[in-house]
């Protein structure tokens, strides 16, 4: 057995001891928290029939085929799934009509998004994004020792004058959530092709459009509208909240084949299972099914708005499955109260109350108990 002298152990901030030599840009990560899952709400409260509304999920299963497409799919789960889901990418090329080469899956497109910054993001680099913006963009800048540069919101919307205002020469990559979380606010593509005109060539625009299927189509489409412009974009899509496929992890992104071709070298190996696979291929499929569900998401979320603008209670309009209430320096108490009565929201402290649209009945109580806790 060999022995290095020295401290083996070492205390973090928090005070706990730490084993084996972490790496210093973790000491300032607590790690991702997910909301309260609904069991620990209703022990922590002595209720029943608790509601998640703080991620944004489809309130609904899979699509029948779909769900019976996972159910054929289990007694392969012995063998590996196909690396490069070839027949997923092809279905997706027939659907969207992208060329094959164009595209890739990944692990949810947070996986794509973490697949980003093992491609073209290195140390001391500076990534810009709008902020408030999708959560993970700074954890992931902080994992990967790059600068974050948080582009401040105008009103609840991006400032893209002043996103390329933000880039400098050591900007390696730009992140664009349309509709952006936490606001529900989206950017059309002739803002988003004015902007990448400010910016060089070998700086990746990255447009995550989690909440694409949600959004007015007049915002336009990066792929069609984008792509043969400006080499350096890359757009990520996902199957986890339109198509309620969260729990499988199953996402794509579309770009040039050279950054295809890069992209694909960070994948984890098999990280698409073939569950996923499987979802994936019968969710295109059976598109149609899901956007029925879409469109009545869209229909509820329209009678949230209206329900709380008759009370007074004004939101930010939203191109998302989710609103967000203004709720300033009163955030933290509304959702606690909302918390003990079993409706679990994402508060952004001083900022506003995200919640995700849920069925209709789902809908009625948090809308009624929100107006009551104002
Ligand atoms: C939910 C969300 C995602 C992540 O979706 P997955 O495909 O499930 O990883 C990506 N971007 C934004 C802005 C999101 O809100």
Redo the contacts with the bound molecule.
């Keep these: 057995m060999m022995y290095r002298s020295g401290v083996t152990t070492q205390r973090c901030k928090s005070g706990t001891d730490m084993i084996g030599r972490v790496r210093p840009a973790l000491s300032a990560l607590s790690g991702y928290r997910p909301g309260k899952a609904t069991g620990q709400v209703e022990a922590e409260h002595g209720i029943t029939n608790s509601i998640k509304l703080a991620s ?1 999920e489809n309130p609904w299963s899979p699509v029948a085929p779909v769900a019976d497409a996972i159910r054929d799919a289990v007694g392969g789960v012995n063998r590996y799934g196909d690396n490069n889901a070839t027949e997923v990418c092809h279905a997706i090329s027939q659907w969207q009509n992208i060329p094959i080469e164009n595209l890739t899956v990944g692990c ?4 794509l ?1 973490q697949q980003v910054f093992m491609t073209f993001v290195s140390p001391g680099d500076e990534v810009v994004f709008p902020w408030n913006s ?1 959560e ?1 963009y700074p954890v992931f800048s902080t994992l990967f020792d790059a600068t974050e540069v948080r582009v401040p919101l105008r009103d609840y919307a991006f400032d893209l004058d002043a996103v390329a205002d933000a880039v400098t020469e050591r900007t390696s990559v730009v992140f664009l ?1 349309t509709p952006n ?1 936490p606001t529900g606010t989206a950017v059309s593509m002739n803002e988003v092709a004015d902007l990448i005109k400010r910016i060089p060539d070998d700086v990746i625009v990255v447009i ?1 459009e ?2 694409r299927e949600f959004s007015d189509p007049a915002f336009g489409d990066p792929v069609v509208e984008l792509l043969a412009r400006f080499p350096n974009i890359l757009v ?1 899509r ?1 199957f ?2 339109a198509f309620g496929l ?1 729990g499988l ?1 199953s ?1 794509y992104a579309v770009a040039r084949p050279e950054v295809i071709a890069e992209l694909n070298k960070t994948r984890l190996p098999f990280s698409v299972n073939n569950l996923a696979q499987a979802a994936m291929i019968a969710a295109i499929e059976h598109v149609d099914e899901a956007m029925v569900r879409v469109d009545e998401l869209l229909a509820e979320r329209d009678r949230c708005q209206s329900a709380l603008g008759s009370r007074g209670i004004d939101i930010v309009e939203s191109q998302a499955n989710f609103v967000l209430v203004p709720t300033g320096e009163r955030t933290m108490e509304l959702a606690s109260a909302l918390e003990q009565v079993g409706i679990i929201t994402r508060p952004f402290p001083g900022f506003g109350l995200r919640i995700t649209i849920g069925t209709p009945e789902q809908n009625d109580r948090w809308v009624d108990a929100l107006v009551g806790a104002l």
């Design positions: 944004n949810g497109s947070s996986g998004l999708f993970i959530a979380n995550d989690a909440y990520t996902t986890s909240k969260a992890r996402g």
